[in-house]
């Protein structure tokens, strides 16, 4: 595996993420071309008849009206609320699999990047990803997604501890919580250890790798499993000292990296997966194996006196997903490293605005804590 401190060359196809030419290819949302035997909906159609649809496994086309969907989609949720219990967190994650399920038998047409529907919002994303391909069919939630991601892309997002606003490209997590955020920036302006080069594992858009750059340190070298990722990242950088400072890998953890370096940021999903990942949900679960390859990688990345920083939070204790937690495993069975530090910050009380039942959320806590490896000399 190559460190791209250069530009990257990258395509826009979905199906494979290395073609044969060794280039760099992105996701998206894969294109229908293919027939598909679909129920027409417009306005005349009820929105109950249409969710009747979508729960038998039928699939449904809007033809009329961007709103028209909204509206079937709003009749779902209501349907499925009454299905689940929505004051539990359990109840919340199984209320999303399902709506997910049968909101995407619900289908929109795409003719020249432009969504055929009336009054349907301008999605920037349908030109710069499908360049390919003029008329095919996504599903309504898959519209919803670039829609939003083309306006957090477009108006940018601010972070507290960031002097400028991060551009997150579409398929790559951004945060909208900033607690561990703070706790890693407060740690950094303490550290008195060496700046030279440290690694950022999963950089996805960014936000730890600018955070260590503005605290002086030389290079980064930052890892993503996600393609977007690491394209999202070099466009964001082009043009600018970022560019010479965060050099870009496409792999899993380390990438098959051979360098040591002084500091390893790890900012690892904090729910345990419980069905197959898309490559967004891999940025908030995390598969049986992630934590167990990482220490094992880890300690061959680390310089004697480095440090491993870990940012994580007791949500799936608290909410009775699972009873274990990977860091505390590892110290208590792995025989690799050892706490320098642990460091807690609770997370703020939802918003009232909410619509989501969050009350697990005043036991919450998000930490960071700092490994050393276990000298065995």
């Known amino acids: 595996m190559l460190w791209l401190a250069n530009k990257i060359k990258y395509f826009w196809v979905m199906e494979e993420e290395i073609d044969s030419s060794g280039l760099l290819q992105i996701n998206r949302?894969?294109?229908?071309?293919?027939?598909?035997?679909?129920?027409?909906c417009d306005k005349n159609m009820h929105p109950e008849e249409a969710v009747d649809f979508l729960a038998?496994?039928?699939?449904?086309?809007?033809?009329?009206?961007?709103?028209?969907?909204?509206?079937?989609?709003?009749?779902?949720?209501?349907?499925?609320?009454?299905?689940?219990?929505?004051?539990?967190?359990q109840g919340q994650r199984e209320y999303r699999e399902v709506y997910r399920e049968y909101s995407n038998h619900l289908f929109l047409i795409i003719d020249k990047n432009k969504l055929r529907v009336k009054k349907s919002p301008e999605i920037g994303w349908l030109q710069t990803l499908y360049p390919d391909v003029e008329n095919f069919i996504l599903s309504f939630p898959q519209v919803q997604g670039l829609n939003s991601s083309w306006q957090w892309h477009e108006n940018g997002v601010n972070i507290p501890m960031l002097r400028n606003k991060i551009k997150p490209f579409y398929g790559v997590y951004f945060p909208n919580r900033f607690e561990h955020l703070q706790l890693f920036d407060?740690?950094?302006?303490?550290?008195?250890?060496?700046?030279?080069?440290?690694?950022?594992?999963?950089?996805?858009?960014?936000?730890?790798?600018?955070?260590?750059?503005k605290y002086g340190f030389q290079k980064v070298y930052g890892t993503d499993t996600n393609p977007n990722a690491i394209v999202g990242m070099q466009m964001y950088m082009e043009g600018t000292k970022l560019a010479r400072k965060i050099d870009l890998a496409h792999g899993s953890l380390f990438a098959d990296n051979?360098?040591?370096?002084?500091?390893?940021?790890?900012?690892?999903?904090?729910?345990?997966?419980?069905?197959?990942?898309?490559?967004?949900?891999?940025?908030?679960?995390y598969p049986k194996d992630l934590f167990s390859n990482f220490f094992e990688e880890a300690v061959n990345h680390l310089?004697?006196?480095?440090?491993?920083?870990?940012?994580?939070?007791?949500?799936?204790?608290?909410?009775?997903?699972?009873?274990?937690?990977?860091?505390?495993?590892?110290?208590?069975?792995?025989?690799?490293?050892?706490?320098?530090?642990?460091?807690?910050?609770?997370?703020?009380?939802?918003s009232k605005d909410t619509k989501r039942n969050q009350n697990w959320r005043e036991e919450e806590v998000v930490e960071l804590w700092v490994l050393e490896l276990i000298d065995k000399e």
């Open 186 to 213: 407060n740690w950094l302006k303490r550290y008195e250890g060496a700046k030279k080069t440290a690694i950022d594992v999963g950089i996805g858009c960014g936000v730890l790798a600018l955070q260590m750059t």
């Open 258 to 285: 051979k360098k040591k370096t002084e500091l390893i940021v790890f900012n690892p999903p904090w729910l345990p997966a419980t069905q197959d990942l898309d490559q967004l949900d891999e940025a908030i679960y």
């Open 303 to 350: 310089t004697k006196d480095g440090r491993l920083v870990m940012l994580f939070s007791n949500l799936a204790k608290i909410t009775g997903v699972t009873e274990t937690h990977p860091i505390e495993e590892e110290l208590a069975t792995g025989g690799r490293f050892k706490k320098s530090l642990l460091l807690h910050k609770k997370v703020k009380l939802a």
């Open 56 to 89: 038998d496994g039928k699939n449904v086309l809007i033809e009329d009206y961007f709103g028209t969907g909204l509206q079937v989609l709003k009749e779902l949720s209501v349907r499925l609320k009454y299905k689940f219990d929505g004051s539990t967190f």
């Open 29 to 40: 949302p894969r294109p229908i071309v293919e027939e598909m035997e679909m129920i027409s």
